[in-house]
């Protein structure tokens, strides 16, 4: 049994320097709970709430409607994000070190390198949100510049000591957080939701694969932090609660400020600076959001690992962190990148049900191969580019150039999508069920050796 100095080493011990170093074992079922919710909980997510609320070129959904969508899809993709993470506590490694196992080690860096675009990507909107939620606060008295600077020191400092913020976030920041959006919540119902005109569920399904793609997004990350769990369960139960109690209350107190602002996302924040002392509650949710950027900029750091096993993450993140802070500092207008990013992140989706069907139904029931010299596995990039081109034949996503390819193959095999074409779930499903063709060819195989 450990002494009571080696249980206290533990919870103190740090993520490894390097891919090749075993990962302390430190986080707790509450250590994880409270940063997952603080994951579900985003200034984005208030503003997105608007995609849930009129999905698409469908009208606006019914308050009921919107509720069922949300926790429907994000129940869901967070059970997709589960799953990957439990690949992570199992293994002991960070996510894309897991697909050497997958694919072997060099086909694995072909999801390595687009993760290291995304995560970057992302890391600077993040950057953004929050210079423009100061901005909201302090009626712009201040420069994008040193905010941009400001934040970008903080979330870089948090990714060189990654479990010691995890521990953080459980002791002080979620409670700040949970304080504040109770807060917003007993504000916002205060007044009846003004009555809406024409209505209707016809797009409950566009709106369940909103909800449902945002909480994806977190697959090709959540293995990096459930590697350092006590256990599987523990981590997979912690991500599945976390996050969906997050973003579901994030995502619903952001549909009833819609409503209140007449579905207007540009004046979405007026509606929580409106209310008393709103500045105080909101001024936390801005600062909670430096934990969405130093996730990315962690992360970022763990993939650049795969590629390069024996370099201090603390050198990779380091270098991130100032990369993102210098390109968030040229951007003021985000909506163009963030569709080529929606388009990025696409690709983690099928990727998401093939790591998970091999690992617990094929050859990652007996240990996968996690070296530097993994074999390569070419046929397991046939399910996943399947289930890539199942997403994009439902959603091309707003990429124009992107999206008129896709649109002529639509045209050519007569597939339109519908009401029901729910693209992530979709996706998902074809490339789980491929992968489990493959894993019975295999079996066959061997069985027949």
Known sequence: MATLHEQRRSRNAEA????????????????????????????????????????????????????????????????????????????????????RGLFGTRLSYAPTVANIVQCIGWGVYELTVIASGFQAITHGRFGHAP??????????????????VLHILRKYVTVAVAISMLYFTVQLLRNPLPHVEGTSWSGF?????????????????????????????????????GYSAGQIWCYLLGVIALIQVGGDPDRIFDTFLGVTAGWVFFAVLVLRESDQSFANV????????????????????????????????????????????????????PLCAVMVVDYFFGRGRHGWDLSERAPARPLMLLPWLLGFAVYQLCNPGSVSWWARIWERVQEAI??????WSSASLFSFLIAAAATGVLVLIERRRKTAV
């Open 16 to 99: 490894p320097l390097t891919l090749t170093t075993e990962p302390p074992r430190s986080l707790s079922f509450a250590d994880q709970t409270a940063f997952w919710i603080n994951l579900g909980v985003s200034l984005i997510g208030f503003t997105g709430a608007v995609f849930v609320l009129r999905p698409g070129d469908h009208p606006q959904l019914p308050m009921v409607a919107a509720i069922v969508a949300t926790v429907l899809g994000t129940v869901v993709g967070t059970g997709m994000v589960a799953a990957a993470g439990s690949v992570g506590a199992r293994t002991g490694a960070p996510a894309m070190a897991n697909f």
């Open 147 to 164: 905010v941009i600077v400001a934040a970008g020191i903080l979330c870089t400092a948090m990714a060189i000591w990654p479990l010691s």
């Open 205 to 241: 399904f566009p709106a369940v694969d909103t909800a449902l793609a945002v909480a994806v997004s977190f697959v090709p990350l959540a293995a990096d932090y459930t590697r350092h769990a006590r256990s599987a369960r523990a981590s997979s139960t912690a991500t599945l609660l």
């Open 298 to 349: 962690y992360s970022t750091a763990m993939s650049l690992q795969n590629l390069l096993p024996r370099v201090d993450r603390r050198i990779l993140a380091a270098a991130v962190g100032v990369l993102a802070t210098v390109l968030a500092l040229g951007v003021h207008d985000f909506t163009g990148f963030s569709n080529f990013l929606l388009l990025i992140g696409s690709v983690f989706v």
């Open 414 to 419: 007569g597939f339109h999508p519908d009401w």
